[in-house]
């Protein structure tokens, strides 16, 4: 069964930073496509960033190079660097992995920036 478990959120200031974490089991992360997506209430779910198993990236128009996905294979964790946090990115975020048949999502971390 493949879990997957996000974790950094919280809160930052305009301007700052976080990493998000996506640790992922049952599933090598080396072997799959990884996707951070965020949510806010009333929205639909919003493709922030994935990463392929090959190792291709593709970011939402709205990253303009703020934000950054990788990927430690030894610790089968997925991350996503984000710099240059504006409010507009208060959101849930969530990862989400697939590889042929099987994904899974994850139960999300909140992002709030505010100052």
């Known amino acids: 069964q493949v879990q997957v478990v996000e974790s950094g959120g919280g809160l930052v200031q305009p301007g700052g930073s976080l990493r998000l974490s996506c640790v992922v089991s049952?599933?090598?992360?080396?072997?799959?496509?990884v996707a951070w997506h965020r949510q806010t209430p009333g929205k639909q779910r919003e493709f922030v960033a994935v990463?392929?198993?090959?190792?291709?990236?593709d970011y939402g128009d709205f990253v303009k190079g703020r934000f950054s996905i990788f990927r430690d294979n030894a610790k089968n964790i997925v991350y996503l660097q984000m710099n240059g946090l504006k409010p507009e990115d208060t959101a849930k975020y969530y990862c989400?992995?697939?590889?042929?048949?099987?994904?899974?999502w994850g139960q999300g971390t909140q992002v709030t920036v505010s100052s």
């Open positions: 049952g599933m090598n992360v080396n072997f799959a496509a």
């Open positions: 989400y992995i697939v590889r042929g048949g099987q994904n899974s």
């Open positions: 990463i392929s198993s090959g190792g291709m990236r």
